[in-house]
């Protein structure tokens, strides 16, 4: 059989032979005008939460922006209304080759499913990189975005914006000061399930493409399918496993950061998911999702235990300690220390339980930082971002095995991070990467 990476190389070399993957610009340049250096940057995918990463990068004085790519001609408005006179592209490949050594930067805020690609291109010829979470859609590709970031030397953020608040941040300093103590265990979970959007198991009938959309180029590397309404583009697409990463994939990459940020983790040694199952369309309903990691200095123990879970599944109460009456957030992350617990919200000030304990505990001051501008202004100095490919590709690879194990529900999977291999599961391996369409491809990292 061929594999997914021998199917992506035949275009690879086609569009290198017509000079797209050729064009190179010096990894680390920034154009040196006065008063202010001057950072030209491209976006693909420029409504949604591309409109909101657009316009905060756009908001930094050195940005200027070259090129928007969308394949949906009715959502470039708000990106025009701001940012007037930006020439317009359907396809990122025919926008790299066109504007090559002008694009400094890549802003990429497609669906999942496009993120590998769009990010691969653009990195091997030289462009910073802003990608959205997760940082892609397969094991496979996360790794490869950090091996060449790492490579090419840039400077790279992912779209987990909620890393630099202050209440993340506030999180990891408090955990990494030990206040809780070692942790021994951690929950996490998102009222939010992987089949939430379009309420369906199954394919809709086709129907027309409406003369807007661009469905054949919206598809990328996905296989071929007709195009619905008000199922799949735009937002819906999170329901189905082509395109998007269930509810562990939108949310992982958010709830588990401060999780990951704290407590020094990166990739998984065991992984097993519970549900009432699904099909190979879309996401699982509320599941639970298990993972064991190596424990680290801020950990007690050799291993800690990471339990993931939707769809409005919470941990025990009686777990955090806290008093009688008290309910856990909608969504959050609980951590339990040897000294105590802590109830982090999604974007909310953590909480140290029991609260007399830590009644005259001072919380250490820290300023939130802007995600976005954080990375313009790396990308200036020649530095490095916080939520880098070199941090965000292990998170991303984490939430993704968490999902291979949603396709394997109640299989206990070991995974070998060194061999890039699943222990003796074939089919789990399988999953780690997919096929992509002609024209697609992602190249991988020699
Ligand atoms: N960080 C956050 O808090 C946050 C919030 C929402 C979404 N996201 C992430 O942002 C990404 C986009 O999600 P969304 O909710 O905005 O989706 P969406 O479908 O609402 O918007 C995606 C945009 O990209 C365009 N697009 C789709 N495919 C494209 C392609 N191949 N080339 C160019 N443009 C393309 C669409 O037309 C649309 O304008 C996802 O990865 C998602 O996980 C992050």
Redesign the pocket.
Known sequence: MRSAHHVGRRDFLKRASLGVAAVASVPGMVRATSPVPQLQVAC??????????LSRVGSHPAVKFVGF????SQ?FAKADDAFPGVRHF???REMLSDLGQRIDAVIV????H??AP?AMEAMRMGKHIYC???LTHTVWESRQMRLLAQQQDLTTQM????HSAKEYRSAVQLIQKGVIGKVQEVHSWVRVQGRQYCQRTDRPPAAEVPAN?NWD??L?AAPKRPFAADVY??????DWQDF??GAL??FG??LLDPVFGALGIRQPSGVIAEHAGTNDEVWPGPQTVTFTFPGTKYTAGDEIKLVWRDGGLRPPLDLAQMPAGTEFPPSGSLLIGQLGTMVLPHVGMPRLYPGERFAALQYPEVEARNHWHDWVDAIIQGKKTTAGFEYAGPLSETVQLGNIAARLPGKKLQWDDERFAFVNQTQADKLLSKVYRDGFGVEPVV
């Open positions: 693909v995918g420029v409504d949604g939460m591309g409109w909101s990463d790519c969308d394949i949906d959502r359907a396809d990122y805020s497609t669906p999942d496009m993120h769009v959205q979470k997760p779209g987990n914006q909620i959309v180029l919206w990328g583009h735009p937002f819906k697409w999170r998007g990463s994939g939108d990459c958010h």
